[in-house]
Nanobody, 121 residues
Framework: LQLVESGGGLVQPGGSLRLSCAAS???????IGWFRQVGKEREGLACI????????DYGDSAKGRFLAFRDNSKNTVILQMNSLQPYDTAPYYC????????????????WGQGIQVTVSS
């Protein structure tokens, strides 16, 4: 399984970005997480559970501002990010795996290469 993130870049404070994570095969039977690297830690932002479970969980940093969902027609998951602030600046990653959705990056088996998001005026 290969994952490729896209959609990052530079945005002004208060702006929005839409990140995509394209998978080389169907993501219906797996959990997909969105993370960002903050220093040495990889912070969990959102996790979309297997399609049969149909649940999405959000980390505190993402609640109320970010929306994660599948685009099943394209084997892709989306992270819509709104009201971005300078503290959201980071590399962002998608990951796949785990028996359950978790904010722990060690639960994930596959990772994309990451995409930079920079929030600055």
């Amino acid at each position: 399984l290969q994952l490729v993130e896209s959609g990052g870049g530079l945005v002004q404070p208060g702006g929005s970005l839409r990140l995509s994570c394209a998978a080389s095969e169907s993501v219906d039977p797996v959990n997909i997480g969105w993370f960002r690297q903050v220093g040495k830690e990889r912070e969990g932002l959102a996790c979309i559970s297997k399609k049969t479970i149909g649940r999405t969980d959000y980390g505190d940093s993402a609640k109320g501002r970010f929306l994660a969902f599948r685009d099943n027609s394209k084997n892709t998951v989306i992270l819509q990010m709104n009201s971005l602030q300078p503290y959201d600046t980071a590399p962002y990653y998608c990951g796949v795996g785990g028996k359950r959705c978790s904010p722990d990056p060690d639960e994930y088996d596959y990772w994309g290469q990451g995409i930079q998001v920079t929030v600055s005026s």
